[in-house]
């Protein structure tokens, strides 16, 4: 056994594309099996579903590469494989417009703008469950302009650079600008946020320097709030 191998990275083949859309859908499928409710696929982050979406990092000339119409097919044939493989109320996406991370850079505005726009056109007909849009200004015009092409609810995430509170959540959804908010580092600290929120109760602070670690370690270790009352 051990590790294996380190594969080279290459761009996909045209014969390759079809099988690893396959394998979101199947894998989309897993999850539906082993319970979960949904699925999101990732779409954001400089992943491979992003990697495809910037003129930078896609260098394709095929019919996945070149113009934005081009280079949001892979997003769509995704997020439909993945939708007819669990159903459309299950699925939704994840996108990171002009996130700018991982050598996935989004710098022509022009262009992210009818990236974005192949992309929402491309997902509108599939009626999808969500669209979890990861931007530093979700009541933007691009984000905006995204959540009506879609057609599909919105949650908003403003990512690392801004702490998600209960109050500035509160906020996005009470003025219209989301369906709803995605919260990440409050969850980890908090197992149990929606009754601390709720109650107004006090937070634990995330450990940072527990992020990303091999171990339970700042992950499952934070106490909830029964612990907390009865001093454990
Ligand atoms: C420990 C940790 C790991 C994360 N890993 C990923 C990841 O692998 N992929 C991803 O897209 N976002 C990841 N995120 C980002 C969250 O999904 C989310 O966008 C962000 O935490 C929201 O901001 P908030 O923490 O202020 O609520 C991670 C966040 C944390 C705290």
């Known amino acids: 056994m051990g590790k294996a191998d380190l594969p080279v990275a290459h ?8 099988v690893v859309v396959e394998q979101f859908a199947q894998a989309a499928r897993n999850a539906i099996a082993a319970g979960f409710d949904g699925v999101e696929v990732h779409g954001a982050n400089g992943y491979l579903v992003h990697e495809f979406l910037s003129p930078v990092s896609n260098v394709r000339d095929d019919r996945y590469g070149g113009s934005p119409e081009n280079r949001a097919r892979f997003a769509i044939e995704v997020a439909a494989a993945v939708a007819a493989a669990v159903g459309a109320d299950r699925t939704g996406i994840r996108l990171s417009p002009q996130h700018d991370i991982q050598g996935v850079l989004e710098q022509d505005d022009a262009d992210v703008l009818a990236t974005y726009t192949a992309v ?21 015009e691009l984000i905006q302009h995204i959540r009506r092409t879609a057609g599909a609810p919105l949650i908003a995430n403003t990512g690392f650079a801004v702490d998600t509170t209960r109050e500035a959540a509160e906020a996005l959804v009470a003025d219209g600008w989301a369906d709803a908010v995605a919260a990440g580092r409050p969850v980890i600290a908090n197992p149990d946020l929606v009754e601390r929120w709720r109650e107004d109760a006090e937070l634990n602070a995330p450990r940072p320097e527990l992020f990303y670690g091999r171990t339970p370690e700042g992950y499952t270790d934070y106490p909830a709030l029964e612990g907390v009352r009865a001093g454990v």
Not at 11 to 18: R, V
Not at 126 to 134: E, H, K, P, R, S
């Open 120 to 140: 929402a056109e491309g997902l509108a007909p599939l009626g999808l469950a969500f669209i979890d849009v990861l931007h530093i200004d979700p009541t933007g």
């Open 11 to 18: 761009a996909l083949t045209l014969d390759e594309i079809p």
